[in-house]
């Protein structure tokens, strides 16, 4: 299909989610990007936030906590150390996450970590409120 480009999304356990994608956009460490069909090639760390993928016309918003993207022209690999469809995240999930990640932030050593643990506690806080 012209305009798509292979979408990987890979957890330690499994293969989470493989596509033809039209578009991706993702948490950058160092801000969003988007990835389109003949993106110039990189390897970045990932932020807690939402991949939104556009695959098929259709689009779905996958939390990711954080890992590593990996993009060339063709393909888009996204290894994430957990990730949850945002449309299969129930309350009880929520709360769990965000129990988690509030634990993180206090024990949180240095200004990474808790940078990384409050963007996470934020994303799920506002996850939640669109829930209830």
Do not use: C, W
Not at 27 to 32: E, L, V
């Amino acid at each position: 299909m012209a305009g798509t480009f292979k979408f990987e999304l890979v957890s330690p356990e499994r293969v989470l989610m493989s596509v033809d994608a039209e578009q991706v956009v993702v948490p950058g460490a160092d801000g969003d990007f988007a990835v389109l069909a003949g993106h110039a090639p990189f390897i970045t760390t990932l932020r807690p936030g939402v991949l939104d993928v556009t695959a098929g016309g259709t689009k779905r918003r996958v939390l990711v906590k954080s890992g590593f993207a990996e993009v060339d022209p063709t393909r888009l690999t996204i290894l994430a150390q957990s990730a949850y469809d945002v449309d299969d995240l129930t309350p009880a999930i929520v709360s769990k996450e965000l129990a988690a990640a509030e634990a993180e932030l206090a024990s949180a050593k240095d200004d990474a970590a808790r940078m990384n643990a409050d963007t996470l506690v934020n994303e799920l806080r506002r996850l939640s409120a669109k829930a209830a």
